[in-house]
């Protein structure tokens, strides 16, 4: 089993910056493709960032260029970099990590106010 700690949403202006981090355990970690989804009301589960264990990033097509991923091997944590936030943006973003099957984490708010 994986267990995956998410931490820092929250509320920021548009244009702003915020940065997600998500811990995981209970698995060697560089066994573990991670990533990060999102879901805002009334849409579904969409696909954000993920990142394999050998570094190779898949990015959706609306945030390249704004969102960046990145892994923390010492910290056994996957990061998303938001930066030029926009309102859209807005949506519960879920850690994810897959190795055989997958793992979600709890989910934390993103709120970006235009």
């Known amino acids: 089993q994986v267990q995956l700690v998410e931490s820092g949403g929250g509320l920021v202006q548009a244009g702003g910056s915020l940065r997600l981090s998500c811990a995981a355990s209970?698995?060697?970690?560089?066994?573990?493709?991670m990533g990060w989804y999102r879901q805002a009301p009334g849409n579904q589960r969409e696909l954000v960032a993920t990142?394999?264990?050998?570094?190779?990033?898949n990015l959706a097509d609306s945030v390249k260029g704004r969102l960046t991923i990145s892994r923390d091997e010492d910290k056994n944590a996957v990061n998303l970099q938001m930066n030029s936030l926009k309102a859209e943006d807005t949506a519960v973003y879920y850690c994810?990590?897959?190795?055989?099957?997958?793992?979600w984490g709890q989910g934390t708010q993103v709120t970006v106010s235009s």
């Open positions: 990142i394999s264990p050998l570094d190779n990033k």
């Open positions: 209970g698995i060697p970690f560089n066994m573990l493709t």
């Open positions: 994810y990590a897959r190795r055989l099957k997958e793992y």
